[in-house]
């Protein structure tokens, strides 16, 4: 839900970095206590640190607020969307081990799936 909104404002409306991003880290699933981080990530060469943290929690405030005023129904759609999406296969090897290497790199598999 995040992903696009954040690519929209942050890189082709502001112009902030060219590379910018908005995901989800997980810490601990694999050993019965979760963390869920939400990361924003934007690399620039023309704004400072504190220009983007700035503008990185404004818009995550203002996407908060829009967000609260989501329809169940859009909600609905979006999940639906992102269901279809997680249980299509990999089609490379390269999406295979993203898919894999976050909870390798951190010691968390998760074995009891």
């Known amino acids: 839900i995040i992903k696009e909104p954040a690519f929209t404002t942050l890189r082709t409306r502001e112009q902030l970095g060219y590379v910018v991003s908005a995901y989800v880290m997980d810490f601990g699933a694999g050993r019965g206590s979760p963390v869920s981080t939400l990361c924003v990530s934007i690399l620039s ?5 504190p220009m983007i943290e700035e503008r990185s929690k404004i818009f995550l405030a203002n996407f908060l607020a829009e967000l609260s005023g989501t329809s169940d129904e859009d909600l609905q759609k979006h ?4 269901t279809t ?4 296969p990999p ?3 390269s999406a295979e ?6 909870e390798i790199q951190y ?3 998760q074995w009891e799936r």
Do not use: V, Y
């Open 45 to 49: 060469k023309t704004h400072s640190p």
């Open 107 to 109: 010691d968390d598999c």
């Open 97 to 102: 081990f993203a898919q894999w290497w976050g």
């Open 91 to 93: 089609k490379r090897l």
């Open 85 to 88: 999406k997680l249980l299509e």
């Open 79 to 82: 999940k639906a969307s992102l």
